[in-house]
Structure formats: C-alpha cells, structure tokens
C-alpha cells in the first residue's frame, strides 16, 4: 500500500512538473537571447558603415560639419553602451541602448539628406556601394528586431499565462521589454496632405 502511495505521489509531482513551464522557460529564453544578439550584431555592421560613410562625404561637403559631428556623435554614444545578452532583462539600459540606436538613424538619415545636395556625391561609385550597403543593413536590422520581437511575444506571454505563471515567479522570470516607437503619439495624428 505505501509503494503504491509513494508511486501515486511520484507520478503525480513528475506530471505537474512537466506542465510548470520550466523548460519552455529555457528554450524561449534561449530564443530571445539568440535574436537579441542578431539585432546587436546587424547594429553593429550598420556602426561599422558609419565611418566610411562619413569620410566619403567629409571629402565633398567638409563645410556640413554639424552633421557630420552629429553622426560622429551618435556613433560614439552607440559604441558606448555595452550591449550584452542580459541588457534585454534591465528595462532601463534597454531603453538607453534603444534611444542611442534611434539617434544614430537619426543621424543617418541627416546625413543621408546632406548627401543629396552634392550630385558629385551621389555620382561617387564608393558613396553609392556604401549607401546600398547601408540600406541593406536596415533591413537587416529591421528583420532581426521583428525576430525578438515575436520572441519577446512568446516569453512574455509564457511568464504571464496559468500555470508557467506560477513557474516563472518561482524562478523570478520577468517579462523582457520589446522596441517601441520614438514617439508613438506622433503617430497617433493623420498626416497633413498638401497640394
């Protein structure tokens, strides 16, 4: 009768271990780690392009030094911010490293724009290899933050769903924070058409 007990027991424990979450935990947390170190590295070949980039224009619009510093900056403050696989469970170094990135497009495009008032420039065969590199890296970067993104989704949703719930606050899992918009309340006007 106590075998029988003690097995009942075990095999009771075993089955509600096996639905806790615990190893969903560690293969979406895998996940997210993975995809966040795709998003570091597509940023960092967009970091890469920066000084190339810059040189070339330096050498045209050397007189559009505010831009240029602007660019130099952003890059410097991006290089700054230690970008590791734990950066994604501190929520703040998370929004600095993003508010970084997003002055670094920033930057770009400013650059990019200045560019456009130099048809020397836009003629240049290096500046338009950078600038399709350029391109092709945002839309790496863009792939690779919808990547964590749906990564982010799928862990969050797993700490904040019954019975992982309990899991996760056992093992202190927290939901990680996922990209926002710059500024979601310009987003939120009807652009302004005129003709």
Known sequence: ????????????????????????FQVLDEQV?????????????????????VSTVKGYAAHE???LTAV???????????ATPELVNDEAAFAR????????????SRLLAVAENYPQLKADAGFRDLQAQL???????????????QAVKDYNVLVRSFPS?????????TPKPGFTVDNEQAL????QVSF
């Open 65 to 67: 030094q505010e831009v």
């Open 33 to 53: 780690k993975a995809d966040w170190a795709e998003v570091l590295n597509q940023y960092q070949r967009r970091a890469d392009l920066v000084p190339n980039l």
């Open 72 to 82: 130099a900056d952003a890059r410097a403050k991006v290089g700054s911010i230690q």
């Open 188 to 191: 939120s006007k009807p652009p």
């Open 135 to 149: 391109e092709g890296t945002e839309n790496r970067v863009t792939v690779a933050r919808n990547r964590y993104i």
């Open 165 to 173: 719930n309990l899991t996760a606050m056992m093992f202190s899992y």
């Open 1 to 24: 009768m106590r075998k029988s007990f003690f097995t009942t027991l075990m095999l009771v424990l075993a089955l509600s271990l096996s639905s806790c979450g615990y190893n969903n």
């Open 97 to 108: 490293f993003q508010e970084a990135q997003g002055q670094m497009t920033s930057a770009l």
